[in-house]
């Protein structure tokens, strides 16, 4: 399988439904609340939910670039900016929406092959902290890239569990749905 048929319709599906939950979040709760949740936390040191989005946002855009062995563009250190200051500063809702919406824009615009003509070229990754990770593309999409994103993604989602929105397996998994065999969705 190609890295972009990898990456591509996972990002994107995954990017959907974080978007869905959020909305489901916008749904259940009074419009203060719903905005507040973007400052929940799992643990007082970890970072927000509004963070966790756009963390989920960048490890698909950086993934995207990385791979075309392209620089990143100047949105993507803004997007981290924004998401590591998102404690003081989480923005709404609908900011959120915004740059999910972004990240499935670019995704969407992509070319059928997009990720795969650098495949064969070693991925250098420098961490924050210094250290250098030496990857093939392959292993720094599987073992990298979609690692960090399901790592911002999961959390998310568990913020917004232990916030009390109602979210369950079909939420997660909600592209799933058109593969059911129609005679075998449970009646009633």
């Keep these: 399988m190609s890295l972009t ?21 916008q749904e259940q709760m009074p419009k203060g609340d719903a905005e507040a949740l ?31 062995g392209e620089t990143f563009p100047k949105s ?10 998102a404690g003081e500063r989480p923005g709404s809702l609908a900011d959120a929406q ?35 990770l030496d990857l093939t593309a392959e292993q720094y999409a599987r073992d990298w890239a979609l690692a960090q994103f399901y790592f911002h993604l999961m959390t998310a989602y568990s913020i917004l569990r232990s916030e009390k929105i109602e979210l369950g397996k079909a939420d997660y998994v909600a592209h799933m749905l058109p593969y059911i065999r129609p005679e075998t969705i449970p009646k009633g």
């Design 5 to 25: 048929k990898l990456l591509v319709p996972t990002y994107t599906q995954m990017l959907r439904a974080l978007s869905g939950w959020l909305k489901k979040a």
């Design 38 to 68: 973007l400052s929940a936390r799992l643990a007082p040191d970890m970072f927000p939910l509004s963070t966790q989005v756009r963390f989920a946002c960048v490890q698909a855009q950086e993934a995207i670039f990385r791979l075309k």
């Design 76 to 85: 993507i250190d803004e997007l981290l900016e924004e998401g590591r200051n």
């Design 98 to 132: 915004t740059r999910i919406d972004e990240t499935i824009v670019l995704l969407d615009g992509l070319a059928s092959s997009a990720l795969d003509a650098n495949a064969d070229k070693p991925v250098v990754h420098e961490l924050p902290n210094g250290m250098i």
